[in-house]
T-cell receptor, first 112, second 114 residues
């Protein structure tokens, strides 16, 4: 595997479900990011992790809970989501906080 | 608060035409600017990265320019091909706290027709 991978690619869940999105980077980077892309809106940064430490939480509701167990893996735990949370969730990584970001293919999330 | 605007929102051109996509940003205190391509339902592919000290970057048929003082960047695509059809996103990188923050525009949806 090369680059940034995300699983699952598609996810449909009810508002009472609990699910997790997974991101893995194979680039040796030390910073990872979660973004949300809704229709007709710019990508929104959700969380930034640098050296496995969260350095930014962009006013994201607590029903989204990130986890970065090591520099290669990033999770986004989801619970009690709302239909308006339906979007494409993109993960990215970079060598450090200033460098070019490389994106994964995204997880298309639908909340019923 | 940084805001990024891309014009036009959508563009349709015949194959072979040269075209220019525009990006403007409100705060000129940026670290760098990045152009991405996004195919429908897919992730982002980085095309070009221009540091704040640079004026332009080139990769194949793509040329991106940056005028930081006026808050503008352009992406020039030469001899467009149907395979260039995608959404093109511009993003500026500003420092915030301990990390870096990419602020994105809403993109230009390009269609190159045969």
């Amino acid at each position: 595997e090369t680059g940034v991978t995300q699983t699952p690619r598609h996810l449909v869940m009810g508002m009472t479900n609990k699910k997790s999105l997974k991101c893995e980077q194979h680039l040796g980077h030390n910073a990872m990011y979660w973004y949300k892309q809704s229709a007709k809106k710019p990508l929104e940064l959700m969380f930034v992790y640098s050296l496995e430490e969260r350095v930014e939480n962009n006013s994201v509701p607590s029903r989204f809970s990130p986890e970065c167990p090591n520099s290669s893996h990033l999770f986004l735990h989801l619970h009690t989501l709302q239909p308006e949370d339906s979007a494409l969730y993109l993960c990215a990584s970079s060598q450090d906080g200033r460098d070019e970001q490389f994106f994964g293919p995204g997880t298309r999330l639908t909340v019923l | 608060k940084q805001e990024v605007t891309q014009i036009p929102a959508a563009l349709s051109v015949p194959e072979g035409e040269n075209l220019v996509l525009n990006c403007s940003f409100t705060d000129s205190a940026i670290y760098n600017l990045q152009w991405f391509r996004q195919d429908p339902g897919k992730g982002l592919t980085s095309l070009l990265l221009i540091q704040s000290s640079q004026r332009e970057q080139t990769s194949g048929r793509l040329n991106a320019s940056l005028d930081k003082s006026s808050g503008r960047s352009t992406l020039y695509i030469a001899a467009s091909q149907p395979g260039d059809s995608a959404t093109y996103l511009c993003a500026v990188r500003c420092f915030t706290g301990g990390g870096n923050k990419l602020t994105f525009g809403t993109g230009t949806q390009l269609k190159v027709e045969l």
